[in-house]
């Protein structure tokens, strides 16, 4: 009897230990990312529901708000406990964690789904550490946009998109003659930058950008193109309201959807906005890069994944690693967002014109990284600065201008 | 003298959870803090010891600079603009006005919201193109400039006129409790005298509120230091740096920048500024106490 009932405890005991282990084997995640808004949500939503279709459990902790979601992260990582993955930006951010061994490489599922094969050169540098590929990219945004509303510009009589910087300013002039508002500024210091960055683009070239902000290169093109940058950013000064200090990009945004502006230079998730207003690119609005780009700027997300040793949430891993790169999910996730998928081999068709000449500026591999990508949280942060202090003081002349920007790299 | 020293062991252990508190979790991560200051941490806190580097790269930095200037110009003040403004709301509530409730309500309530309500309501009022500017011009002033907010000298103003509003009521209720503390007949022997009101308050009622107003200005000064949410929603630090403070500056820095080291070392200069500011005026307090004990 005694023995009866060992056996049975001891069955019972294996089953119970048994039954868990299948529910194991299904692969789990739980994402941590800052992606709440309405198109950021729907966008993360096409990633969870291929992840469920192949039998993954999914579990969301996103966090509205970039910092806070960053700063939550951060917490649970020191503590221990962190999430299976969390969206993170491409670029200098992510090597402290990989350093601290914290996060766990993924270089399996990037051979496996022949990654190599399918992403520009320059995205898979940026994907991996110490020759081990640990991001899942997610998708791109181009950063060098220039949104104008075509209704101002056929008021204003610009009958076609500005070529150089001397027609840019000739087609503001005509905006203001006509009563709107040239440049709808977002009056941010990480936006001021953004404008910064795509005219020093126009200016030094793909090249330039790259050994500037790569080799921090001092020399006499680098300088001068730093300087003809400034005169340019300066001169735009004429075009912007008072208003514009602290201005969201949103709010600038509105300003081009209500014809009370002419043109706003931001990034692609500025599209989100006009398709929430019901405005449809190359009709209501066009958009064109900064003039005489030879290239596009760009920033791009990806799923980074903290070391467990948990096997769900390794398999869970894996999973959401090839579900991220899975070439319809990269195409669906990027019509919600508005942004570009990440790999060149994907189908264009249901894409819009701006994303159609930016996924064809990425695979020509005409693309430089937005500072985020190629500079330290704090030379960033030094740049934002640098800019924001430019722009507000017109009294700075750009020679002396140029000398702080270098001095951000030290 | 045996029951005193057993009520003093009992005090002592009953005091010893805060004690272990106070050490280990104030001056604890304050130790901490200072420790930071000298290493080279950047997300994570690193035991790499560079020295005074931090601070060296500190003191470079225009936009801490910047954060000190401005701290001092609205601490200045903010703190003489709310006792100022203040005493003159207590002088006017203490005149035994008809609905005095009513008016100390609605002069203390701003103190009752917070900083970022603050901030947001004179944001609004003050942008030139939606605010007080556009609203005058839209009356017919046409040529009504009031742009403070977005002119890299005046910006940091309209912090201090938002933080007097905010603050104003507070002096104006300590304030007035003083002075309904102040006895009836050194009014009426004033007034027998033949003294005009005005000459009242400034020369016999001011000098009696020292205690009050001290009060005051040092839970105003308290809150001067801290100023980050005032700044982050009215201005957000601009234009440029013209209205950027020092927690702002600790704050981007840990987080944003990923910059323990030198927000640490930011924090250390806020801490020591703080206390080299304090430290004068509890030592003075603590002579008079020895003082008026030997008396």
């Known amino acids: ?64 708000g970039f910092g806070a979601a960053d700063a939550a992260f951060q917490n649970r990582l020191v503590a221990g406990d962190p999430p299976t993955a969390k969206q993170s930006v491409l670029g200098f951010a992510n090597a402290d964690f990989v350093n601290q061994g914290l996060l766990s490489p993924i270089g399996e599922v990037a051979k496996a789904g022949k990654w190599a094969d399918v992403l520009p050169k320059s995205i898979l540098d940026l994907i991996s550490y110490n020759g081990q590929v640990y991001l899942s990219p997610t998708g791109a945004h181009g950063e060098s946009w220039v949104f104008y509303s075509k209704d101002t510009f056929a008021k204003a009589g ?102 009370k502006a002419g043109v706003q230079f931001m990034g692609d998730w500025a599209k989100g906005e006009f398709i929430a207003a019901g405005k449809e690119a190359g009709k209501d609005y066009g958009c064109m890069l900064a003039p005489q780009s030879p290239g596009m700027v760009y920033v791009a997300d990806s799923f980074s994944f903290p070391k467990l040793t948990d096997p769900a949430a390794q398999k869970g891993q894996a999973l959401l690693a090839e579900v991220a790169m899975d070439p ?35 695979s020509e591999g005409k693309i430089v990284p937005d500072q985020a990508l190629i500079l330290s949280p704090q030379q960033a942060g030094a740049l934002n600065d640098f800019v924001d202090e430019f722009w507000s003081n017109p009294s700075e002349d750009s020679a002396s201008g140029a000398e702080k920007f270098f001095a951000i790299f030290e | 003298m045996q029951a005193k020293r057993r009520r003093s062991s009992a005090a002592t252990i009953a005091l010893l959870p805060t004690w272990i508190a106070a050490i280990f979790i104030y001056i604890g991560t304050m130790v901490w803090s200072v420790r930071l200051s000298f290493t080279d941490s950047t997300i994570f806190p690193s035991s790499n010891y560079v020295g005074f580097a931090q601070y060296a790269r500190l003191f470079r930095t225009s936009r801490w600079l910047a954060s000190l200037e401005n701290v001092l110009i609205f601490g ?15 002088a006017s509530l203490d005149r035994k006005v008809r609905f005095e409730a009513m008016f100390r309500t609605i002069f203390l309530y701003p103190y009752a919201m917070s900083f970022v309500v603050t901030g947001l309501i004179w944001q609004w009022m003050l942008n030139p193109t939606f605010g007080i500017q556009a609203s005058v011009r839209a ?49 009426k022997a004033a007034q027998i005298d033949g003294i005009p009101v005005w000459r009242i308050y400034l020369s016999i009622i001011l000098p009696q509120l020292g205690p009050a107003l001290a009060a005051s200005s040092m839970l105003l000064s308290m809150g001067v230091i801290k100023t980050y949410d005032l700044v982050v929603a009215l201005t957000g630090g601009g234009p440029g740096f013209s209205t950027e403070v020092p927690a702002k500056f600790i704050m981007d820095n840990l987080f944003e920048r990923q910059n323990l080291g030198l927000a640490s070392a930011g924090a250390t200069v806020l801490v020591l500024s703080v206390v080299m500011a304090v430290a004068p005026f509890r030592y003075a307090l603590y002579m008079r106490a020895r003082r008026k004990g030997a008396q």
């Open chain 1, 1 to 64: 009897m005694k023995n009866k009932m060992k056996l049975l405890l001891a069955g019972a005991a294996l089953f119970a230990a048994l039954a868990p282990a299948h529910a194991e084997d299904k692969p789990k995640v739980e994402v941590m990312t800052s992606w709440t808004s309405g198109g950021e949500a729907a966008a993360l939503d096409v990633i969870k529901q291929e992840f469920e279709k192949r039998g993954g459990v999914w579990k969301d902790s996103s966090i509205a």
């Open chain 1, 158 to 259: 610009i009958s076609e998109e500005p070529k150089s910087w001397d027609e840019f300013f000739a087609a503001l002039d005509k905006l203001k003659a006509s009563g709107v508002q040239p440049v709808a500024w977002g009056g941010q210091s990480w936006q001021e930058s953004k404008v910064f960055n795509m005219i020093l683009l126009t200016q030094v070239g793909i090249d330039g950008f790259l050994k500037i902000y790569a080799d921090k290169d001092k020399g006499e093109a680098s300088t001068a193109g730093v300087k003809k940058t400034l005169d340019i950013l300066g001169k735009l000064r004429a075009y912007v309201d008072a208003g514009a200090p602290g201005r969201n990009w949103n709010d600038a945004t509105a300003m081009i959807i209500s014809g």
């Open chain 1, 328 to 362: 319809a999910v990269q195409v669906e996730f990027s019509l919600k967002k508005g942004s570009v998928p990440m790999r060149t081999d994907v189908d264009k068709s249901k894409l819009d014109v701006c994303a159609q000449k930016g996924l064809e500026l990425m």
């Open chain 2, 76 to 90: 200045v003040l903010y703190v003489a603009g709310c006792l100022a403004l203040g005493f003159v709301l207590a």
């Open chain 2, 139 to 187: 009356l017919g002033w046409q040529n009504f400039a009031f742009d403070w907010i977005v002119s890299r000298d005046m910006a940091i103003y309209t912090v201090v006129f938002a933080g007097i509003w905010q603050g104003a009521g507070l002096v104006m209720v300590i304030a007035l409790s003083g002075m309904r503390g102040i006895g009836e007949e050194q009014w």
